[in-house]
Nanobody, 128 residues
């Protein structure tokens, strides 16, 4: 059984930073690519960033490229999302997700339907 727990959300002023963490209880963490998505009120869940199993490859939504950095520590079974230069439009519930284990094309990790398991989400609110 996979358990993902996000933390690190909160209220921050525009231009500020937050670091989200996703702690995974999962078979072998390094077998899983990981992704971060977000969902604002009244909107669909959207892709934010993804990272390959080894951490050697990353993928970002255009809206966060250059501001957000995804990383992982396979020894700690944890994925991170460093968010800098935050904007009010970044306000959303942020979710980490795990797709099926094994190799996947990085481009597949952009799509929510590729993910089998999700955390409960953590709220990020950016005030103007």
């Amino acid at each position: 059984q996979v358990l993902l727990v996000e933390s690190g959300g909160g209220l921050v002023q525009a231009g500020g930073s937050l670091r989200l963490s996703c702690a995974a209880s999962i078979g072998t963490f390094s077998n899983y690519g990981m992704g971060w998505f977000r969902q604002a009120p009244g909107k669909e869940r959207e892709f934010v960033a993804a990272i390959s199993r080894s951490g050697g490859s990353t993928l970002y939504a255009d809206s966060v490229k250059g501001r957000f950095t995804i990383s992982r520590d396979n020894a700690k079974n944890t994925s991170y999302l460093q968010m800098n230069s935050l904007k009010p439009e970044d306000t959303a519930v942020y979710y980490c997700g795990a797709p099926r284990p094994g190799p996947l094309p990085m481009t597949n990790l952009k799509y929510a339907q590729q993910y089998n398991d999700w955390g409960q989400g953590t709220q990020v609110t950016v005030s103007s």
